[in-house]
């Protein structure tokens, strides 16, 4: 046993909860974070110089947060002050401030420890900026939320943000050795269920010494493998919510898996939604934007597809119908993708408001009454499905705008045939074109002529 190790048991109050009891009380034995603790990593030279600056640490539940704060102020001599923003008010606040203003006038600093801080409101954020920006305290503040989402941009351009990692497999494992050397006793599992263990905590070490308190209070004999270990313990539900960022950054990684063609990352992302408790219409309709967005034309089944999909699952519910947004997904991910109806409607959008107001060429219009007919409504309109080649070639921009192909397909699956389709339309309508200025005696000279056409 090291030094280190040896600090973490030099007192041990067996009626404590062993997470509590295994509490690091150094910075070094602190375990998972060396990106942030190390010598020459952020936290690490801060405390080495004594020095530290207002903070955010944002990192998923057991990874170390509160701890680390506590262990700061100890490494730097500041007070330690620590609030939840679930139970704290404006008034602990006040008390937090006039206390460290009352320190910082014989030479001690504080550090104010804010667990849950997103949980404060606009109000509650504002009120620690004067004393942050002063220096009467060093805020620490936990979450388990994107800070970008849930903090006020004014509390963040004072702080600095450090992201914690959850815990690895050797972190855990390195949890569990210590527990087995406070208690003196090993976990009664063997290998697979050891491993099994360390995969329940899915990165939570609190989470995992709660599961060895239950293991080590077993009766004495007890050697539980896999499917015992399934028996005794219960599993942690996976870390989703699905009203915060996990759930936008699973949807976005389903998203992009199936966009890059990958079904298999596509079923997996899918399977973490489902697993979390994500609704699967709200994945349903994800899937209709999909196929719209990034397939369209390219494969013009997919919508239909995401649709059926979206319609079994509402006749069938969960669990059955879950396998048909599993194969709409499947379909989506090997489906030729092409954005190019998004960008033509996006560019039609523009020249839409540039040219708003201008009417529809009369030839176009309907004429139901006397008046519109003298006026010119329907006149030489020519009615494409009746003519030799099925496309008259008329022009169907209003008066003055010139032609703009706004949509642009690509080679990408069916588009390879609509690009054939359309090119073959544009050389009937430059022939259309060519015939209408020779009948009116304007055929225009040929590319690099130099006089009127006769």
């Given amino acids: 046993m090291n030094s280190g190790e040896a600090s973490l048991f030099e007192v041990d109050d067996a009626s404590r909860p062993l997470a509590d009891r295994l509490r690091p009380r150094t910075l070094a034995e602190v375990v998972g974070q060396d990106h942030l603790l190390g010598p020459d990593a952020p936290l690490g030279r801060m405390v080495a110089r004594g ?13 170390g947060k509160t701890t680390i704060a506590r262990l700061l102020a100890d490494a730097t ?19 937090v401030f006039t206390n460290a203003q009352k ?47 849930e903090l006020n941009g004014a509390l963040l351009s004072r702080c600095q943000v450090f992201v914690l990692k959850r815990l690895d497999e050797d972190a855990l ?34 989470y995992l010494l709660n599961l060895a308190e239950q293991l080590l209070a077993l009766p004495v004999g007890t050697q539980l493998d896999t499917a015992g270990l399934a028996k005794v313990v219960q599993k942690r539900a996976p870390l989703y919510d699905k009203t915060q960022e996990s759930h936008y950054n699973l949807i976005s990684a389903l998203h992009k898996a199936m966009r890059g063609s ?33 397939i369209a034309m ?35 991910a090997t489906a030729p993708k092409s954005i190019a109806v998004y960008r033509g409607l996006n560019r039609a959008m523009r020249e839409a408001k540039n040219t708003g107001s201008l009417m529809p060429p009369a030839h176009i219009l309907n004429a139901p009454t006397r008046l519109m007919k003298q006026l010119g409504y329907g006149k030489g309109y020519e009615y494409d499905p009746d003519t030799q080649t099925g496309f008259s070639g008329a022009n169907y921009f209003p008066d003055g705008v010139e032609r703009t192909e706004f949509y642009e397909p690509t080679s ?9 389709r359309l090119a073959h339309w544009q050389t009937l309508r430059t022939q259309r074109a060519r015939h209408y200025d020779q009948a009116r005696g304007t055929t225009p000279a040929p590319r690099g002529g130099d006089g009127d056409a006769k």
């Fill in 51 to 63: 020095a530290l600056v207002s903070s955010i640490l944002w990192g998923p539940p057991g990874c």
């Fill in 77 to 95: 001599g500041l007070a330690f002050e620590p609030l939840s923003a679930t139970f704290a008010g404006v008034a602990d606040l006040r008390k």
């Fill in 103 to 149: 320190r910082r006038e014989v030479g001690q600093g504080t550090l104010l420890f804010v667990d849950e801080v997103h949980r404060f409101n606009r109000a509650q954020q504002d009120s620690f900026l004067p004393y942050v920006e002063d220096g009467t305290i060093i805020l620490i503040g936990a979450t388990t939320e994107n800070p970008s989402f």
């Fill in 173 to 206: 494992l390195t949890l569990i050795d210590r527990a087995e050397t406070l208690t003196g006793h090993t976990l009664p599992l063997d290998a697979d269920a050891r491993q099994a263990l360390v995969a329940l905590a899915d990165g939570d070490g609190r």
């Fill in 262 to 294: 990958d079904p298999d990352a596509a079923l997996y992302w899918l399977a973490r939604m489902l697993d979390g408790g994500e609704d699967p219409l709200y994945i349903a309709r994800r899937l209709v934007r999909f196929a719209n967005e990034d």
């Fill in 298 to 332: 390219a494969d013009p089944q997919a919508i239909h597809q995401a649709l059926a999909a979206w319609d079994v699952y509402e006749r069938l519910g969960s669990p059955e119908g879950e396998l048909a947004i599993a194969q709409a997904v499947v379909y989506l």
């Fill in 412 to 420: 990408n699956g069916y588009e390879r045939a609509i690009s054939e």
